[in-house]
Nanobody
Framework: QVQLVESGGGLVQPGGSLTLSCVASRRIFIINEMGWYRQAPGKERELVAT???????NVADSVKGRFTISRDLAKNTVYLQMNSLKPEDTAVYYCHAVLTDTPSRDYWGQGTQVTVSS
């Protein structure tokens, strides 16, 4: 069991930046996947960037070079630094985790809205 709490979303202009945070209620080292997905209106939820198998990265091609995932193990927190934001990045961003003791169970945060518009 884990609780995930996201923060950092908001409204930004194209080309701007935001940093999202996801705080987990348990140590990250026992979470075998943790990171970010997003869902735009009318679209399927898609992977943005995650840590898998402890420290491996999985990053969507659409955000490579613009978004950076990082983590602070002491704070049980994963971050998503989003630079050079585009209108097509507009979505609800969700923190996601899979635990080592329940690997078939997905955990999701409540989501945080990111809107990129002039």
């Amino acid at each position: 069991q884990v609780q995930l709490v996201e923060s950092g979303g908001g409204l930004v202009q194209p080309g701007g930046s935001l940093t999202l945070s996801c705080v987990a209620s348990r140590r990250i080292f026992i979470i075998n996947e943790m990171g970010w997905y997003r869902q735009a209106p009318g679209k399927e939820r898609e992977l943005v960037a995650t840590f898998t198998s402890g420290s491996r990265l999985n990053v969507a091609d659409s955000v490579k070079g613009r978004f950076t995932i990082s983590r602070d193990l002491a704070k049980n927190t994963v971050y998503l630094q989003m630079n050079s934001l585009k209108p097509e990045d507009t979505a609800v961003y969700y923190c996601h985790a899979v635990l080592t003791d329940t690997p078939s169970r997905d955990y999701w945060g409540q989501g945080t809205q990111v809107t990129v518009s002039s």
